[in-house]
């Protein structure tokens, strides 16, 4: 029998996990600032009387939770803050231009009060600075602000905030801005930190916290994601755990075939068919469910490269004549999405001429149970992983117009999904699947990065986010092997990747 405690472990830790952030969390509510336009907006608030009000602005192509770990810390630290959508972002249905964000931000700061303190982080602080050029702030928080040309910054206080390994161009702006505030502005340099440190980083949060006139001792940042890290790793293992109860279905299907023909089993012992031998022959050409092997048409590790050089280069060329998937409005991300369809569609056509025998002799046979595990995993990682314990940091959930997007990414990415499935997924021994598939996440960044710094830069933003993108592409294949590993079928493997691809993009992008 199955030993059945790693996964009541895993759910245990799971709600335990829950309960304690619960109770972290400071009191919070959501609502609409009935502004032009209107902005969603997270509030929280102070366990006794506020010492003040914060104004807070997330960056680009993220959202209001984002920074949740430090407004709950100015909360902890006695501030009412306001953590708010900017329009295109998050849950906001206004689409993004930077005079509708900035007149969002000023229709806010005047509902709030002259005395708000504002802070921003990356595009937010800029957003900010480019406004104190012509708006007086009593005092203005800027974490990691991007290069704005402004001579004049209008606050009774300033704090610039950047990581000692942030941008180059971010740090060198920072003495620029500094000369340009005067002596009332003060910068901070924090060491071993990058871009988004001065809004994770426990020790950093308490600084900000301290520096406003807070109680940083009463913050509890470092529990709040101590417990998020338990959320997430409990609610992951319980999936693989849950995933993997049974036998997979091609392996119930064999074993079901063996059982019917062995003797003692409630079937009869066969005695082969002499007089069909065409029969058998089409017997042992029956559809599989799972790519072939090397020697049997299968790809090996070099020609896997090769095809994916000439699909990402070719990829490139089209995207310079034009997108095809430009009218998804997606703020330099729909370069990315239509890269990705464009290197799908080439790679499986090479597939499929590489194998057209195969596919002629063996073609694929749908497996319903192997794709319904695939969709129910896929429901597993948005809904517990995503919307439960992810949405603390970034935007899960598709409001207003992100919802006809999903499906169309989710058709986008397929084909790439299902030809990189076919091709490496079957790759032995174990080491050469690994290396390949971290090889070809590889040459995706690389393509993707000299296509907007050389052919398209007007989607140069890209490069900040390309190497997450990445990386959230390594973890995706991860998790699309234990998937592969349930059902033995690359198509229900892709379809789980796609899915949640599709349903990650159409939250996370900036709407235009």
């Not at 009463?218 to 959320?231: G, N, Q």
């Not at 169309?408 to 499935?421: K, M, R, Y």
Request: charged share 15%; net charge positive.
């Amino acid at each position: 029998m199955r030993r059945l405690w790693l996964p009541l472990a895993a759910a245990a830790c799971f709600l335990l996990a829950s309960i304690e952030d619960s109770a972290l969390a400071p009191k919070h509510d959501l609502g609409t600032f009935l502004i032009d336009p209107p902005t969603p907006y997270t509030h929280y608030l102070p366990p006794d009387v506020p010492k003040g009000k914060v104004l807070a602005v997330h960056g680009l192509d993220v959202s209001r939770e984002v920074m949740s770990f430090i407004s709950a810390g100015l909360a902890d630290g006695g501030f009412e803050v306001y953590a708010i959508d900017l329009p295109g972002h998050g849950a906001s249905r206004a689409k993004f231009q930077t005079a509708v964000a900035e007149q969002a931000i000023r229709n806010v700061a005047a509902a709030l009060g002259e005395t708000t303190v504002v802070l921003g982080h990356s595009l937010g602080a800029g957003l900010l600075l480019d406004l104190s050029a012509n708006h007086h702030f009593s005092t203005i928080v800027l974490l990691s602000p991007p290069p704005v040309a402004i001579d004049e910054i209008r606050a009774d206080r300033v704090l610039i905030a950047t990581g000692a390994i942030d941008l180059p161009r971010i740090r060198s702006f920072v003495p620029i801005a500094a000369d340009i505030g005067g002596t009332h502005v003060e910068t901070w340099t924090l060491p071993w930190a990058a871009h988004s440190a001065a809004i994770l980083n426990p020790v950093y949060v308490g600084r900000i916290v301290e520096w406003l006139g807070g109680n940083a001792r009463r913050t509890r940042t470092l529990a709040r994601m101590a417990w998020l890290v338990v959320m997430f790793v409990a609610a992951l293992v319980l999936g693989i755990e849950l995933l993997t109860v049974g036998p997979s279905p091609s392996g119930r299907g064999r074993r079901d075939s063996q059982r019917a023909g062995a003797p003692g089993e409630g079937g009869a012992k066969r005695e082969p068919d002499r007089a069909k031998p065409q029969e058998k022959s089409n017997q042992t050409l029956r559809p599989l469910p799972y790519p072939l092997p090397e020697g049997e048409g299968g790809s090996s590790p070099r020609a896997v490269l090769i095809r994916y050089i000439a699909a990402c280069g070719t990829s490139l060329i089209i995207l310079k004549l034009g997108n095809p998937l430009g009218w998804l409005r997606l703020f330099a991300t729909d370069y990315l999405i239509g890269f990705i369809f464009l290197t799908g569609l080439f790679l499986t056509v090479a597939v499929l001429c590489a194998r057209r025998e195969a596919v002629i002799d063996r073609p694929y046979s749908f497996n319903r149970r192997a794709v319904f595990r695939a969709a129910a995993a896929a429901a597993y990682v948005i809904v517990v992983l995503g919307l439960l314990v992810s949405s603390h940091v970034l935007n899960m959930s598709l409001s207003g117009n992100r919802w006809w997007r999903f499906p169309v990414i989710f058709a986008a990415g397929l084909p790439f999904f299902a030809s990189d499935e076919w091709m490496i997924r079957h790759l032995e021994p174990r080491w050469k699947c690994i290396g390949v598939a971290l090889l070809t996440r590889g040459l995706l960044l690389a393509f993707l990065l000299a296509g907007v710094l050389i052919l398209n830069r007007e989607n140069v933003f890209l490069v900040l986010i390309a190497p997450l993108i990445t990386l959230f592409w390594i973890g995706l294949w991860f998790a699309a092997g234990v998937v592969y590993k349930s059902t033995s079928d690359p198509y229900a493997a892709a379809i789980f990747s796609a899915l949640v691809q599709g349903w990650a993009f159409a939250a996370w992008f900036v709407i235009l």
